[in-house]
């Protein structure tokens, strides 16, 4: 469905080590990272402290690590209420920028 919108390959997803830049968690709930899907030789742990999702057709959806302000598509989780999806905005943003539009209307939002 991404494919169809143009919306790239490459996302922010909300996993960082902004905390304390060892421990990876998910920034929407706080939780620590425990299922991963790196990218060969990744996390390379040369400063970069942000999760990119990398879609790579008929090979599925890998992880890299990323300098948080590198410019990437986002994607905001929301409940799904009724039985048609729509997608919405393609937007682009640094890491930091990225959580302010899901914030109050997405799960996780506060």
Not at 35 to 63: A, H, M
Not at 93 to 99: C, E, F, K, M, V
Request: proline letters at 3%; aromatic letters at 12%; hydrophobic letters at 35%.
């Amino acid at each position: 469905m991404l494919f169809k919108q143009n919306a790239g390959d490459s996302f922010w997803s909300s996993g960082s080590r902004l905390i304390d830049g060892k421990i990876w968690i998910w920034m929407s709930t706080t939780q620590i990272v425990e299922y991963t899907n790196w990218l060969l030789s990744r996390p390379d742990n040369i400063n970069e402290q942000c999760i990119q999702l990398v879609l790579q057709k008929d090979k599925g959806l890998f992880w890299n690590d990323l300098g948080c302000n590198d410019r990437l598509f986002y994607i905001c989780e929301k409940p799904r209420d009724t039985d048609s999806l729509d997608i919405g905005s393609v937007i682009s943003a640094g890491y930091g920028d990225s959580i302010i539009p899901c914030k109050g209307k997405f799960i996780n939002g506060k």
